[in-house]
C-alpha cells in the first residue's frame, strides 16, 4: 500500500495515483492486488519492493520452485 503521505503522479499523465485493484496474470493464472494506479490511464506502480517481495514470491509458488 502507498504511504498517506507519500503523492506520486503519473509521469504521462500528470494525475495522482490512486489505490484500485488490478489483476496480474502470471502462466495462465489471473489474481488481484490493490495497486497504486493513474485513475486516467491506468498506468501501475509497482515498486522495488513489491517486484522484490510479493511479487517473487507468487512467482516462485506458481512455477514450483
Known sequence: MMDEEME?????????LVEK???FTYLGR???HVM???P???Q???TEEMAR???AQVEMML???
Open 53 to 55: 517481495g510479493k511479487m
Open 21 to 23: 485493484p488490478v489483476r
Open 36 to 38: 497504486p494506479c493513474c
Open 8 to 16: 506520486v503522479v503519473c509521469c504521462k499523465c500528470r494525475q495522482r
Open 44 to 46: 501501475v506502480l509497482i
Open 63 to 65: 512455477e514450483g520452485k
Open 30 to 32: 489471473e489474481f488481484n
Open 40 to 42: 486516467k490511464c491506468g
